[in-house]
């Protein structure tokens, strides 16, 4: 049974950081296709960093390269993602993502992926 825990959510004020860890058990994520989702209230779904390989490709969204950085440990199986510079708009639940199969579909693209976290929630305030 696959189980993703994230934590590490928190408010925060806006140019601050924090630290969002996704804790995998039942999947090994040295070669699964992680990713970091968030929803904001009465927003879509979107999907904003991934990684494959241990790293070996990444993507973000353009909403968030250049603060946000998504990694992994894979001797703790847990997947992170520092984000910086953060802004009132990043304000949304985020969640974490996986899946063991490459699919036709966008790493974006929510219906993707097999497993998630129950999501932990970030505020930021102006």
């Known amino acids: 049974q696959v189980q993703l825990v994230e934590s590490g959510g928190g408010s925060v004020e806006a140019g601050g950081s924090l630290r969002l860890s996704c804790s995998a058990s039942g999947i090994t994520i040295d070669w699964a296709h992680m990713a970091w989702f968030r929803q904001a209230p009465g927003k879509e779904r979107e999907g904003i960093a991934f990684t494959y390989g241990s790293g070996s490709s990444i993507v973000y969204a353009d909403s968030v390269k250049g603060r946000f950085t998504i990694s992994q440990d894979n001797d703790k199986n847990t997947v992170y993602l520092q984000m910086s510079s953060l802004k009132p708009e990043d304000t949304a639940i985020y969640y974490c993502?996986?899946?063991?199969?490459?699919?036709?579909?966008?790493?974006?693209?929510?219906?993707?992926?097999?497993?998630w976290g129950q999501g932990t929630q970030v505020t930021v305030s102006s």
């Open positions: 993502a996986a899946d063991n199969y490459a699919r036709s579909r966008s790493w974006s693209d929510p219906a993707r992926y097999d497993y």
